[in-house]
T-cell receptor, first 116, second 108 residues
Framework: GAVVSQHPSWVICKSGTSVKIECRSL??????MFWYRQFPKQSLMLMAT?????????EQGVEKDKFLINHASLTLSTLTVTSAHPEDSSFYIC????????????FGDGTRLSIL | RKEVEQDPGPFNVPEGATVAFNCTYS??????FFWYRQDCRKEPKLLMS???SGNEDGRFTAQLNRASQYISLLIRDSKLSDSATYLC?????????FGSGTKLNVKP
């Protein structure tokens, strides 16, 4: 089945640090990748939709200068949390949808980010 | 109004029970539908696609009712390992809409 790899799985760092998370589709080409955030006991929240070779589309309330997304190839998207603060601590999950009509999303394992 | 609505539960059922979840959607033009399961502190995993004719995968049956705009998931002979949150998803031109999830607790 389709595999999406996300790295790192867990990050603990000091306030003010920038953190980069990678999302790779390993066995298929993903025109579109998605970035989500999930707080404990809450639903997935879509942050942005990333299309290869173009600027990401951010959901309302998500700061594009805070959460930098790059989707340079059909198999790699990155999310950089710039100058992270404790309130940015969350579970960040990427997903990728294959090319073609009606393809489901496949999720990476997620990155647990803790800012001290 | 949300695109996709789900009863958050929790549904507490004994092992061996049959349980069903429904999920309603608002966009009649929605193209594809899926069920995912998400375990605590883990990423969602695709459980099954949902087809108009209905489809079955072992103990799981998914159905789509376009006239009433809902999809359903039936789980037969529940196992302890079925305890999770079940998310329904509808898509329209590569935009995905997730329900907030229905929590299932299967108890011994």
């Amino acid at each position: 089945g389709a595999v999406v790899s996300q790295h790192p799985s867990w990050v603990i760092c000091k306030s003010g640090t920038s953190v980069k998370i990678e999302c790779r589709s390993l066995d298929f080409q993903a025109t579109t990748m998605f970035w989500y955030r999930q707080f404990p006991k809450q639903s997935l929240m879509l942050m942005a939709t990333s299309n290869e070779g173009s600027k990401a589309t951010y959901e309302q309330g998500v700061e594009k200068d805070k959460f930098l997304i790059n989707h340079a190839s059909l198999t790699l998207s990155t999310l950089t949390v710039t100058s992270a603060h404790p309130e940015d601590s969350s579970f960040y999950i990427c997903s990728a949808a294959g090319q073609g009509y009606g393809q489901p999303q496949h999720f990476g394992d997620g990155t647990r980010l803790s800012i001290l | 109004r949300k695109e996709v609505e789900q009863d958050p539960g929790p549904f507490n059922v004994p092992e061996g029970a049959t349980v069903a979840f429904n999920c309603t959607y608002s966009n009649s033009a929605s193209q594809s539908f899926f069920w995912y399961r998400q375990d605590c502190r883990k990423e969602p995993k695709l459980l099954m696609s949902v087809y108009s004719s209905g489809n079955e995968d072992g103990r799981f049956t998914a159905q789509l009712n376009r006239a009433s705009q809902y999809i359903s998931l039936l789980i037969r002979d529940s196992k302890l390992s079925d305890s999770a949150t079940y998310l329904c998803v509808e898509t329209n031109f590569n935009k995905f809409y997730f329900g907030s999830g229905t929590k299932l607790n299967v108890k011994p």
